[in-house]
């Protein structure tokens, strides 16, 4: 067998792109497509059809990917040196996650930039089509890393705990809304942003908890992002449940009150897919963001930053 076919057909399975591929190599083009038929060959399958947007890899293909890139980092980690060097590393990280843990990471870049001039950091929107298959996407390497709730990862992947998450009512610093606590009539009452990032939905777990209760609220308006769910309830007499942390950081527009009624805390965390476990420079990512989002969880949890109402 020719270990050069295998680290070919893990490009292609990461570019889809026969050229983009070649480059990748350090080859040509007409060198990868030849090795292209010499694997199709060897595994007896088309592992990857031609299209109007680049090459679709058979359900063949997507069952060999994973497997592949386990094999290859074990060659990758026999070879490599044990030390790493991020000022000398070399990478793209993707990365899929809410916008809120992107802008909790936004400080740490400046400091990236400064210490691993050659490393890059790439946010990936999940859409409905990418969710029910995001192993296979993080398989293929159109995706890194993953952090959301920790109940939605699949248990093929890897995951490290991050943070528990609680949440409030916010509602913009002037808004008319004056009282000392916010009832559960009061709440109900009132017009509802509801943010879900996948967008296009108008129901989540609160709506869920008051359906119980026999109560409904009025959501207006539904958006994929909580920054623009600010920009709304800003401009509004709107309402939205907000992650407790965001909201210590929007003092300047928003005040919040507790939920008038018991919403769970949502455990976060961090997967990441077989093909990038061994990988130095991905574990040396991964222990940086585990660093920078462990700061900002201590920096708003400081009593002095509480939000008054």
Known sequence: MDLNLLLTLETLLNERNVTRAAVKL???QPAVSAQLVRLRRMFGDPLLIPGARGMTPTPRALELAPRLSEL??????????????PRTAQGSILIGTNDVTQCRLARWFGDLAQTAPGVRIGFVTATRAM???IEQHMASGQVDLIISRRSSFSD????RPLHDESFVCAMRWDH???????????FVAMQHVIVLPLGGEFDDATDDILRQMGLARRTVVSVPSFLVAERVLRGTDFVSVFPATLVRGMMSSLKSYPLPYTLPRIEFGMAWHVRTHLSPLHRWVRD??????AADREANDDPMSRVAW
């Open 72 to 85: 290859l980092d074990g060659f990758r980690a026999i070879v490599q040196p044990d030390r790493f060097d």
């Open 26 to 28: 350090n080859s040509s």
């Open 176 to 186: 008319p809304y004056r009282k000392k606590q916010l009832t559960l009539k009061d």
């Open 131 to 133: 969710v029910p298959d």
């Open 288 to 293: 940086r963001i585990s660093e920078v989002l």
């Open 156 to 159: 093929r992947l890897h995951v």
